[in-house]
């Protein structure tokens, strides 16, 4: 009997136009966690797919338990004892949490399906998970972290000999993640292999016991985690050495350009009010919950205000609607990037360029269209067949750079980001930093919602903390700690005025 529970050797995928795997090999051991490492596009995710039946593998093979297998849909995956937790989540949002647990497997009575028995054993799943979710809560009202939580649950539901986990971690807390590593350390317990995902160094480290790189569609090395430390896996996975985790420079920061003042929508977002200058870039920071993402999305006219002022150089904004804040120059890159983002069956030219379609005239003049889109794949490094390719095709780190392009297309005067740089590779986050860097060089106003402390505190000029729809705290760059921020964004403590 082999060592390895999975082996998948000379592995090949071709889409039409691109090579997306060019004869790969992995290598998994029963109860340990295996972490597949690698820039975006590297070809980790569409690996897996190719594993659980998602994409048909053009040539290779795949021994799982000692046999050569082909899935031919992730049912069949699942069934073996294969299951996938996906970076981009697909709930059902009017069907309740427990419909979308065991959808496709309801348990029944006969031909009728045992709500009773699916509610309780929703019910002892979440409890085993240590999960605060009502079963019967509609998916569509959950929080994206939520949403995060339940597809783990799904997952581990199956009882799988293998779990894949592709950027676990991306919407969820410090807690909620600490309770995922204890999820992952029982699974091992009882020998089930755990293949994760993940561009957060700190974790992979921390919990691997496996390391395999890829790079451009190509396998670089595997080692055990323990031979390898963060700067030579960031070496293999670039093929160059990143020596700046962050890339903000200093910027000359001028008068105010936005106004907030006692700024509510119900209960999540309560009398927030701040100042945004030119040059300047303003971190939100809080836990999952806190308000800024609603703030934003009040900003924006995603979310109806039900109290304060916005006021732009001065004046008072009536903004209802995105198109409001467009007119505005106000751009928001949202952290629903599948939900809220990307045209998935539309091509990139599309994507790039439906906020600013007034500005192709009538008839639409495709050729500057083409021109503007390809610009930006040129300036953010995205990696693409071509300009005409369906954006669901690319990898989340590049579809994340389209999105960015779009934004930066309406040549806005204040750009709000959120979670700009979740699940994309280290190379990717350090040209998105330096992009935000020298946006806010050229005088534009930057407000930058980041869920990880390291990434606000590296770019911001001052953070704005929020805890459950209160803002608790303004602190400046040079005063910031991550144990003040924390403090702030676990209680609600009266605003330090000083530091802002």
């Known amino acids: 009997m082999s060592e390895y529970i999975l082996e998948m050797h000379d592995v090949v995928k071709r889409f039409p136009g691109v090579v997306a795997l060019k004869g790969v090999q992995l290598k998994v051991r029963p109860g340990t966690v295996h972490a597949l490492m690698g820039e975006n596009g590297a ?10 039946g998602l994409h048909a593998p053009t040539s290779g093979r795949v021994i799982y338990k000692d046999q050569e297998v082909s899935f031919s849909n992730t049912l069949t995956a699942m069934q073996a004892g294969i299951s996938m937790i996906h970076q981009e989540l697909s709930p059902v949002p009017e069907r309740s949490v427990c419909d979308n647990v065991w959808l496709g497997r309801e348990p029944r009575k006969g031909l009728v399906v045992d709500h009773k028995k699916m509610y309780q054993d ?34 581990i539901s199956f009882d799988s000999s293998i779990v894949i986990m592709d950027e676990p971690t991306s919407a969820l807390t410090e807690t909620e993640t600490e309770n995922l590593f204890r999820i992952i350390a029982d699974l091992k317990s009882k020998n089930v292999a755990v293949i994760y995902i993940s561009h957060k160094m700190d974790e992979i480290f921390r919990i691997s016991d ?33 020596k700046n985790a962050f890339t903000k420079v200093d ?19 309560k009398n927030v009010s701040f100042e945004l200058r030119k040059g300047e870039i303003l971190g939100f920071a809080g836990l999952v919950g806190a308000g800024r993402t609603e703030t934003a999305e009040v900003i924006y006219g995603l979310r109806n205000k039900t109290g304060g002022k916005i006021y732009k150089d001065g004046q008072e904004l009536k903004i209802n609607s995105p198109e409001d804040a467009i007119a505005n120059k106000i751009a928001y890159l949202t952290e629903d990037r599948r939900g809220n983002g990307i045209l998935g069956i539309l091509d990139i030219v599309t994507n790039t360029t439906i906020s600013s379609l007034k500005d192709y005239g009538f008839p639409i003049n495709y050729k500057k269209m083409s021109e503007d889109t390809q610009k930006h794949i040129d300036q953010l490094g995205i990696k693409t067949p071509s300009m005409n390719t369906p954006i669901k095709n690319l990898s989340g780190g590049n579809q994340q750079k389209v999105l960015v ?7 806005p005067d204040i750009l709000i980001v959120d979670e700009p740089t979740r699940g994309i590779d280290v190379g990717a986050k350090s040209e998105i930093h330096s992009i935000i860097s020298k946006l806010a060089a050229q005088g534009k106003a930057i407000i930058l919602i980041s869920s990880e402390l390291p990434e ?40 330090d005025t000083k530091a802002s």
């Open 43 to 52: 070809g980790k995710s569409t690996l897996m797919k190719c594993l659980i």
């Open 122 to 155: 929703c019910i002892k799943l979440f409890e085993r998970m240590n999960l605060d979710i009502d079963p019967n809560e509609k998916m569509g009202n959950l929080t994206v972290a939520k949403m995060q939580q339940i597809e783990i649950a799904k997952a």
């Open 210 to 242: 496996d390391i395999t790189v890829y790079r451009d569609g190509e396998y670089v090395a595997s080692d055990r985690a323990g031979n390898l430390d963060i700067d030579k896996v960031i070496q293999l996975m670039v093929g160059r050495e990143i």
């Open 251 to 269: 910027c000359k920061i001028g008068e105010t350009v936005l106004k907030v003042e006692n700024l509510s929508a119900g209960r999540a977002v």
């Open 405 to 411: 392009g779009r934004s930066l297309l309406t040549d």
């Open 456 to 495: 606000v505190m590296g770019m911001s000029d001052r953070i704005l903390v929020m805890h459950e729809g209160d803002m608790t705290g303004i602190v400046d760059r040079s005063e910031a700690t991550q144990e003040l921020i924390m403090k702030y964004a676990t209680s609600s403590v009266d605003v």
